[in-house]
């Protein structure tokens, strides 16, 4: 049996209402062990458990997450079962950007009012576009894409307000003007972190193999699931000895950086394998790996992505990041009315 798991990720329910889960050690001594639930390679030594709420709880603990146990076990608890009678979160994409993947999403300080007509829950406003082969920019390059946007939204728009960004320099800057900072570089730099914490913010924990301008390169896994299990416990453990309360938390399994559009379809059909307690935001809105089935380009990808975002909200996922936040809205509350007694 592990006596010192380092991570692990859910498998489902069982009829009793235990979890089970697939348990990680890193395999130091290079041990080689086999039994009914135990199996080991020159890295992890792996263990099939399951475990009841007070037992999961007791298992984050030893993990090093003794802080965030509690609310952990208690949320993946109520994840699991898939919560299909939840309506998503809409976060609107709204890119302040001259090239960003999608033109549609590409906006200025006079079409974001489009965007606030539609009421949507969240706006994630970005400056720096960040798909593949796009080339980084300079933290004041990115400022002063935003700032007029920014400005329009504190004086027009009173939900929530999102800034995806991967530079401190520009989260530190709008500090005062958002409620999230959406990190796609994985929190590559803890002052990131800080500024959450000390400002009161939510923040996005992103998954992404190494770094945004070779994500391509990097689409390589031997375990999907236990390699982004590993990422999201190592970071979790940095957010929380860097004070950052468990409840401001929200995982993003980062679909398209870093993956094939086998890996997005896996993380889409299997939630579980992210669902640690935290908020769920999945962005799949328009992207590459939906056009795998049908072969059209992301200008036509609506029903695609509606699909999707149908498919998601029956998973119990709780925040969506689309480009079309007024036909997601409208396209999920039908649904919801079509599926009442």
């Known amino acids: 049996m592990i006596d010192q798991p380092d991570f692990f990720y859910p498998l489902g329910m069982e009829s009793r209402g235990e979890l089970k889960i697939l348990l ?15 199996s080991s390679n020159k890295n992890f030594l792996t263990e099939i458990r399951v475990l009841n709420q007070k037992e999961l709880i007791e298992l984050i603990k030893l993990t090093g997450l003794e802080k965030y146990a509690d609310y952990m076990g208690k949320n993946i608890m109520t994840q699991i079962p898939n919560n299909i009678e939840r309506i998503p979160k ?12 999608f033109e549609g999403s590409r906006i200025s300080s006079s079409t974001i009012s489009r965007i606030i007509e539609f009421k949507p829950d969240i706006i994630d406003v970005g400056g720096e576009s960040t798909r593949p082969h796009s080339v980084e920019i300079d933290s004041k390059t990115e400022i002063s894409r935003l700032e007029n946007v920014m400005e329009t ?19 530190d800057h709008f500090k005062d003007r958002i409620d999230i900072i959406n990190d796609v570089s994985g ?20 998954h992404i193999k190494g770094e945004v301008n070779k994500m391509l390169q990097n689409a390589k896994y031997d375990d999907l699931p ?12 940095k957010m929380m000895d860097m004070g950052m309360p468990c409840n401001r938390i929200i995982i993003d399994p980062g679909l398209g950086f870093s993956k094939t559009h086998d890996h997005d379809y896996f993380l889409v059909k299997n939630p579980n394998v992210y669902s640690l307690g935290f908020p769920r935001l999945v962005g799949h809105s328009r992207k590459r790996f939906l056009g795998y089935v049908t072969g059209v380009e992301a200008e036509r990808r609506l029903p695609e992505t509606l699909a999707t975002s149908l498919f998601l ?10 480009h079309d936040p007024d036909e997601n809205i409208r396209f999920l509350k039908q649904f919801r009315f079509l599926s009442q007694a």
């Open 90 to 101: 809409i976060m609107a994409i709204a890119n302040a950007t001259p090239d960003s993947f």
């Open 187 to 206: 929190l590559y730099n803890g002052e990131m972190i800080k500024i959450a914490a000390e400002e009161k913010l939510q923040y996005v924990l992103m």
């Open 313 to 322: 909200k029956q998973k119990g996922i709780e925040i969506l990041r689309v």
């Open 226 to 237: 236990g390699e982004m299990a590993k990422f999201f416990f190592s970071r979790l453990k």
């Open 24 to 38: 990680y050690q890193e395999n130091h001594r290079g041990e080689n062990r086999s039994g009914s639930n135990i």
């Open 153 to 171: 939204l504190k004086n027009n728009y009173d939900g929530i307000v999102s800034l995806d960004t991967r530079h401190p320099e520009v989260a």
